[in-house]
């Protein structure tokens, strides 16, 4: 079945620096990948989506590529803010999908002043 | 537009007990679906629906049924609530897939319940 993973649970960095964020995915390539964020006690938002021939996406501070060679996403987070901590979660389609989504477990970002 | 709603917020129920979570929409969005999120489990994914009047499960549907009687309303119910299902619930809503123009999906607030 197809396994997607997001490789840190938490992520700790300084105001000002670049946040990046890794997911993983096993077994077949999905036709697009999309990243949401999450605040506590809220539902996701989504934030970007990436089509399997698109090497990379951008929005204001967000960048995200997809390599499906390496069969990984990153998400960049440039000039990361306190405000920007929250937890992220990425989410692919699955084989035969009629708009489901599967998600990974999440990165909770903290960004320190 | 009030995007995606749930009521209601936060639930209590006793082992046994059975409930209706409701979630509506107002972007006439033809996908809807529930999901679960448990600590260290991420989202997953109960039943979903493609349209009024069309359901089908997820990765997680036993102990729960789905009708879809309007393209606004998909509400989720609880048929005997158990410990396990203590969770909290989200509700989410996309414009249909067609090809390969897929959209982004419409969070609801979540439900947290507890089932004692």
């Known amino acids: 079945s197809q396994k997607i993973e997001q490789n840190s649970e938490a992520l700790n960095i300084q105001e000002g620096k670049t946040a990046t964020l890794t997911c993983n995915y096993t077994?077949?390539?999905?036709?697009?990948l999309q990243w949401y964020r999450q605040d506590p006690g809220r539902g996701p938002v989504f934030l970007l989506l990436i089509r399997e021939n698109e090497k990379e996406k951008r929005k204001e501070r967000l960048k995200v590529t997809f390599d499906t060679t390496l069969k990984q996403s990153l998400f960049h987070i440039t000039a990361s803010q306190p405000a920007d901590s929250a937890t992220y979660l990425c989410?692919?389609?699955?084989?035969?999908?009629?708009?489901?989504?599967?998600f990974g477990k999440g990165t909770k970002l903290s960004v320190k002043p | 537009n009030a995007g995606v709603t749930q009521t209601p917020k936060f639930q209590v129920l006793k082992t046994g007990q059975s409930m209706t979570l409701q979630c509506a929409q107002d972007m006439n969005h033809e996908y809807m679906s529930w999901y679960r999120q448990d600590p260290g489990m991420g989202l997953r994914l109960i039943h979903y629906s493609v349209g009024a009047g069309i359901t089908d499960q997820g990765e997680v549907p036993n102990g729960y049924n789905v009708s879809r009687s309007t393209t606004e309303d998909f509400p989720l119910r609880l048929l005997s609530a158990a410990p396990s299902q203590t969770s909290v619930y989200f509700c989410?809503?996309?414009?249909?897939?067609?090809?390969?123009?897929?959209?982004?999906?419409?969070f609801g607030p979540g439900t947290r319940l507890t089932v004692l």
């Open positions: 077994n077949y390539s999905p036709a697009y």
């Open positions: 989410a692919l389609d699955p084989p035969g999908s009629q708009g489901n989504l599967i």
């Open positions: 989410a809503s996309s414009e249909h897939p067609s090809g390969l123009t897929y959209n982004e999906q419409f």
